[in-house]
C-alpha cells in the first residue's frame, strides 16, 4: 500500500484517528499511574480495556488473510480492508505495550507472546516501508518492466527475435536446420516482402535483408554470449549482467565488426539491457514480497498465542 500523494486524503483521517486514540490512551494511563504510583499492568482499568482492545484489534488483522481468499465477502474493498489493517495495526502497539506494563512482564506464555507481537508489527512496518521505496525503484531503474511471472517468457521471445535478426544479416557460424529454415525467411536482397492472406489482400509487411559482410564475430559472440545470458540472466553467471562489463563488451564488438553492423550491436546491446531490468525486477519483486514469509506465519502464532493467553489471564485475575 503506497501512502502519500494521491491516497493522502484517504489516509489522513487514519492518521489522525489513531494519532487522538493513542493520545488519550496514553493520557489515561498516566493518570493511572500517577494515581497509584506504579505502572498500571493487565488488571488496571486502562490495562484491561487496552488488552480488549487490542486484542480485537489483532483478531481483525487476521481476517484480512481469509478476506483476500474469499473474494465472496462484500464487507468493504480490498484497499479499505489493507488501509484499516496497517493503521489499526500501528495503533496496537501502544494498547498493547502500555497492557503489558510497558514490557515489564514475566511468565513464559507472556514473553513468547510479547515478543511475536513485536516481531509481527516490525516486519509489517518493514514491509509498509518497502511497499514506499521499491516501486519508485521499479518505475526508475525498469523502464521494461513486465508481469513477474513472465520474465521468463518475455526473455525468451526476446532472445528468438533478436536471434533471426542475426541468422538474416550476419554471417552463419554453421547453423542447424532449424536456424536455415528461419533464414528462408528472409530474401538476400533489401526490400520488403508482402505476406497475402485471403483473395490476396496484404495482411502483413515484412522487412528482408541482405547479409553483412565481417559479421561472423557477431553470429559467434551471440551463440556463445548473448544467447545464454537472455534466456538464463543472471542465474547463468554471464559478464553481460554487470552493466560495465556489458558496455566493455558491445564496445570490443563494434570495433571488430563493420559500421554497417551498428544497428544490429546496439539491438543485441538494448535486449541484454532489457534482461538486466527484468532481473533487477525479479529481485525487487522478491525482495518486496519475502517479508511475507515472516510475517504472515508469525500472525498465526500470534493469534494462537492470544487464543491461550485470554483464558489463562482470566482465570489469574
Not at 106 to 117: E, H, R, S
Not at 136 to 156: F, K, S, W
Request: net charge neutral; proline share 5%.
Amino acid at each position: 500500500m503506497i501512502i502519500g500523494g494521491r491516497t493522502w486524503p484517504r489516509d489522513r483521517p487514519w492518521i489522525i484517528g489513531i494519532a487522538v486514540v493513542a493520545a488519550a490512551a496514553a493520557a489515561w494511563y498516566a493518570v493511572e499511574w500517577a494515581g497509584t504510583g506504579s505502572l498500571p499492568g493487565g488488571s488496571s482499568r486502562p490495562g484491561l480495556a487496552y488488552g480488549i482492545l487490542g486484542g480485537l484489534i489483532i483478531i481483525f488483522e487476521l481476517l484480512l488473510w481469509p478476506r483476500k481468499r474469499v473474494r465472496s465477502w462484500r464487507l468493504g474493498s480490498a484497499q479499505t480492508w489493507l488501509r484499516a489493517h496497517v493503521w489499526l495495526g500501528l495503533l496496537c502497539l501502544p494498547l498493547v505495550l502500555m497492557h503489558a506494563r510497558l514490557l515489564v512482564i514475566g511468565g513464559l506464555l507472556n514473553i513468547a507472546l510479547m515478543a511475536t507481537f513485536l516481531v509481527v508489527i516490525a516486519s509489517g512496518i518493514w514491509g509498509l516501508w518497502l511497499q514506499q521505496f521499491l516501486p519508485g525503484v521499479l518505475l526508475d531503474e525498469v523502464p521494461a518492466e513486465t508481469i513477474r511471472e513472465q520474465i521468463d517468457h518475455v526473455a525468451a521471445r526476446e532472445a528468438a527475435d533478436v536471434g533471426r535478426l542475426v541468422r538474416a544479416v550476419c554471417e552463419p557460424i554453421g547453423e542447424s536446420a532449424e536456424e536455415d529454415d528461419d533464414r528462408d525467411d528472409f530474401a538476400v536482397v533489401t526490400g520488403f516482402r508482402a505476406m497475402t492472406g485471403i483473395q490476396g489482400r496484404v495482411v502483413e509487411t515484412l522487412p528482408v535483408y541482405s547479409v553483412i559482410p565481417g559479421t561472423l564475430e557477431i553470429s559467434r559472440r551471440f551463440h556463445d554470449d548473448i544467447r545464454p545470458f537472455l534466456l538464463a540472466g543472471r542465474a547463468g553467471g554471464s559478464p553481460l549482467a554487470g552493466r560495465r562489463q556489458a558496455e566493455g563488451f558491445f564496445a570490443t564488438l563494434r570495433d571488430s565488426c563493420p559500421a554497417d553492423a551498428a544497428g544490429v550491436i546496439d539491438r543485441l546491446e538494448r535486449a541484454c539491457e532489457h534482461r538486466r531490468q527484468f532481473d533487477l525486477q525479479a529481485r525487487l519483486h522478491d525482495r518486496l514480497h519475502r517479508w511475507l514469509l515472516v510475517h504472515v506465519p508469525l500472525s498465526v502464532v500470534l493469534g494462537v498465542l492470544l487464543a491461550a493467553h485470554v483464558p489463562i489471564a482470566l482465570w489469574y485475575w
